[in-house]
């Protein structure tokens, strides 16, 4: 069986559920993009990428909140708000599906949000400069 391309119209969709998940879209709106009735969008995108249209667009949520637990100190009500959620108990029913773990109990298995601090690089050149100087250019000549 030879791979067929999803059409563009389907991927206008994806791309809306990849760029967008945190805001407050649905299936009816990636039908829009790709302008399709609900019932045909859902059959197509299954058909083209494997998983209903709901699905992918929690799994976009899903891997988003992952992140954020892992790299933030943000509380989960906060997290569950900013993949685009609604309810922190279905947040959490989903996350422990995808996941395996709450999402309280995945933080805790990962490394504090601070270890992922990270110094801009100018910083570090500043102060990693050596503070004596030690070229002769910098020492005024002496008057003899």
Known sequence: MAFVPPARHLLRAKDLADHRFAEQIDVDDMARAAGLSRAYFSREFKQAFGVPPHAYLLTRRMERAATLLRT?????????????????????????????????????????????????????????????????????????
């Open 72 to 144: 933030t100190d943000h509380t989960v009500v906060a997290i569950c708000l900013e993949v685009g959620l609604q309810s922190v108990g279905s947040f959490t029913t989903s996350f422990k599906r995808t996941y395996g773990k709450s999402p309280a109990e995945y933080r805790a298995a990962h490394p504090p949000a601070a270890a992922y601090a990270v110094v801009p690089g100018c910083m570090v050149r500043v102060y990693g400069r050596p503070q004596h100087r030690t070229f002769r250019e910098d020492n005024p000549p002496s008057a003899s």
